[in-house]
């Protein structure tokens, strides 16, 4: 044999070699024996999160798994862990969602459900994005909520619909303010009132009560500026923004003003179309706390 020909021989030998070490040392779902061994497997490989390795394994027992088998819930809940560690959201959301759909009784579906909110809720990133994602996170937790009243995970739902309403808060806010800075003070009003009635927990009404006193000021609206720095002096006692606002105002409380508001024009009662995009209002609009990672792997049952 030429010199030629026995060095192609030897790479070509190094080559098959190579491979057959890469194959070997490769996670593999089918050279697993049984189902119990292929579940174990990829939990290891999800614990060292390594989650292609761990999305694979799991994809094959959602899919051989017998539907009354108990490893096929189990299997759904961590193919979801395996899709939240490679940040792929949407698909976290589709297998946790299966636990509680198909097996509503499960230990792990209130847990299920509660990740599928988390899951949605990492797709809305910021408040002047489109909120459908945001939304279904905030339905998703309410759901949770009815469907499992005594979950220990029920305080971190409340707290994460909280940081969604802050954010809804914000988005309305930042469309009034929009408004309001280019002096259209009946559209501002509109999205302030709003905020005020939907979200009147958040930090954004009460920035949307400030705007409002400041949008009645300016339209020469006497009665509703005492009446909103009324009920703003009654929920922010020392507030200094809320004082700096209201200035000089006789303030007068009426319990269900914002809910029955006086006659509104024409411009305030018809529909806002294509509102422009936001604009950072004047003074820094607060944001919420990042939604949380999801949790360590819950212990095998």
């Known amino acids: 044999m030429s010199f030629l020909k026995r060095t192609r021989a030897g790479a070509a030998l190094a080559m098959i070699l ?7 040392g490769g996670f593999q ?10 579940y174990d497997a990829s939990l290891g490989e999800l614990r060292k999160h390594k989650w292609s390795h761990a999305v694979a394994g799991f994809e094959k027992l959602t899919t051989d798994l017998p539907a009354r088998d108990p490893l096929l819930p189990e299997s759904y809940y961590y193919l979801g ?3 939240m560690g490679s940040k792929e959201y949407i698909l976290a959301a589709q297998s946790y969602s299966r636990v509680a759909e198909n097996f509503p009784e499960d230990t792990l579906a209130d847990r299920a459900t509660y990740k599928t909110g988390i899951a949605y809720a990492k797709l809305w ?4 994005l489109d909120p459908e994602y945001g939304e279904t996170a ?6 949770f909520l009815a469907a499992y009243p005594d979950s220990p995970l029920r305080d971190s739902a409340v707290k994460q619909i909280e940081r ?3 954010w809804f808060g914000i988005k309305g806010y930042n469309n009034g303010v929009t408004y309001y800075k280019r002096k259209a003070y009946d559209s501002g009003i509109i999205y302030f009132r709003d905020v005020v009635k939907q979200y009147p927990k958040t930090d954004a009404a009460r920035k949307s009560q400030i705007r409002l006193v400041q949008s009645y000021r300016a339209i020469k609206y006497k009665e509703d500026v005492a009446e909103t720095c009324g009920l703003l002096e009654k929920a922010h006692p020392g507030d200094k923004d809320v004082a700096k606002a209201c200035r000089g105002v006789k303030a007068v409380l009426v319990a269900d003003s914002i809910a029955n508001p006086p006659a509104k024009t024409a411009s305030q009662t018809a529909p806002i179309s294509n509102p422009p995009a936001p604009v950072a209002p004047t003074s820094g609009t607060p944001v919420p706390a990042p939604v949380p990672e999801p949790g360590k792997t819950p212990p095998g049952r």
């Not at 190579?18 to 070997?24: I, L, N, P």
Request: charged share 25%; glycine share 4%.
């Open 29 to 38: 779902p089918l050279k697993f024996p049984s189902h119990q061994a292929l």
């Open 125 to 128: 990133r910021r408040p002047s």
């Open 81 to 83: 862990e395996a899709h």
């Open 164 to 166: 969604l309403d802050e």
């Open 18 to 24: 190579v491979a057959g070490c890469h194959h070997k």
């Open 138 to 143: 905030r339905s998703t937790f309410q759901s």
